[in-house]
């Protein structure tokens, strides 16, 4: 199968995905009262900034994923699918957050919510990687083969890190939002075994 064809799909949908995070910004009918307004659209930026920082990380080692990948198949076209069904969903997450937010009311549920999607995506990248992982031009290339394992053990921490996050939310969902926050900060830092791999 055409590995440009599933890389193009999956760009499609992280397009998708960053595009409906800014379908809930409107402009006010009224640039009357802006002082008013735009302090007031906190909790939807907030609530955007960490999706796009999440999207963004997804995107990213997606990428880095499938610079490496030799064949395609069709279990990692589903899982791939699977993925990317996360992906497009999230924004729907990050809208109940940001309404519980600005509305204060139903914040534990908004942010066991949220938890539970990002939860639920790194389970389906975890297993597109590891996966992927049989089907890589890494033959014969030891020193690529550790950096793999290694990224597959950094990054195995994440679904358990996620849900232990996510229960946080009934007990204190602004503590759940700022270990989002952090784990997605700690997995834009690159690890010591992510190194670049030589061609």
């Not at 402009?27 to 735009?38: F, G, K, M, N, V």
């Not at 960490?50 to 064949?71: K, P, T, V």
């Amino acid at each position: 199968m055409d590995r440009s064809r599933i890389e193009a799909f999956s760009d499609g949908v992280f397009a998708f995905a960053f595009t409906l995070l800014i379908v809930d910004f409107h402009a006010p009918e009224s640039t009357a009262d802006l002082r008013t307004y735009l302090p007031s659209l906190w909790p939807q930026l907030l609530a955007s900034c960490i999706s796009f920082l999440l999207i963004g990380l997804i995107w990213a080692n997606h990428r880095a994923m499938f610079l490496h990948i030799r064949n395609i198949d069709r279990m990692t076209m589903f899982l791939n699918v699977l993925l990317m069904a996360d992906v497009a969903f999230l924004p729907f997450p990050t809208s109940v957050l940001a309404k519980a937010i600005g509305e204060k009311q139903g914040l534990t549920e908004a942010a066991f919510l949220y938890g539970l999607v990002l939860t639920i995506g790194g389970i389906f990248f975890n297993a597109l990687w590891l996966y992927a992982g049989a089907h890589l031009e890494l033959a014969g290339k030891e020193a690529a083969k550790r950096h793999w394992r290694g990224i597959a053990i950094r990054f195995g921490v994440g679904p358990p890190a996620y849900l232990l996050s996510t229960l946080c939310a009934l007990w204190s969902p602004w503590l759940s939002i700022a270990l989002y926050i952090a784990l997605i900060i700690y997995f834009w830092m690159p690890g010591r075994s992510e190194q670049r791999i030589e061609a």
